[in-house]
């Protein structure tokens, strides 16, 4: 008499879970259809903007703005997949505007002012790169901070 009654136990809440499954993937069809209705964010057009390169010794990193100042996408070396000294070289410098163009595509840029901060390898080639892959360069600026009467010399020194 046990055996019947086990078996009879488990037909019974399988059948309840069967309606409970149908119950859930009901629901769950409804839930989905409301995310899909989702409006995707427009994306600004900006014809102008402004381009900083930050070249170091160590790594080239690319920015671009709007004329506000607001960024609208950034690269770099190390990004790129460049370790160790290589983040300085020209090379790296050409791929951080190329992987840098591909991000900002849907923006629109085609004209940019250029700023460039440091003394790094990948001063020129980031310029250079810039004109080859579709930006105009209306103007090239140099930034890096150059100190006016430098620090204070250390003392003369005693033997």
């Not at 859930?24 to 209705?37: E, H, N």
Request: aromatic share 6%; with cysteine.
């Amino acid at each position: 008499m046990t055996e019947e009654k086990n078996t009879n136990i488990p037909a019974v809440a399988t059948e309840e879970t069967k309606a409970a499954e149908t119950k859930i993937t009901d629901s769950s069809a409804k839930i989905s259809v409301a995310k899909k209705t989702k409006k995707k964010k427009e994306v600004k057009q900006v014809a102008r903007g402004n381009a900083y390169v930050q070249a170091t010794y160590n790594n080239t990193i690319v920015s671009i703005t709007d004329l506000n100042g607001n960024v609208l996408g950034w690269a770099s070396a190390g990004m790129s997949g460049f370790k160790g000294p290589k983040k300085a070289t020209p090379y790296a410098a050409g791929l951080v505007v190329k992987n840098l163009m591909d991000k900002i595509a849907d923006y629109g840029v085609k004209e940019v002012s250029v700023f460039v901060k440091g003394i790094g390898g990948g001063r020129e080639a980031a310029i250079r790169a810039l004109h080859i892959n579709g930006f105009f360069v209306s103007s090239i600026t140099d930034v890096t901070p150059i100190p006016h009467n430098g620090c204070r010399p250390p003392k003369k020194r005693r033997v």
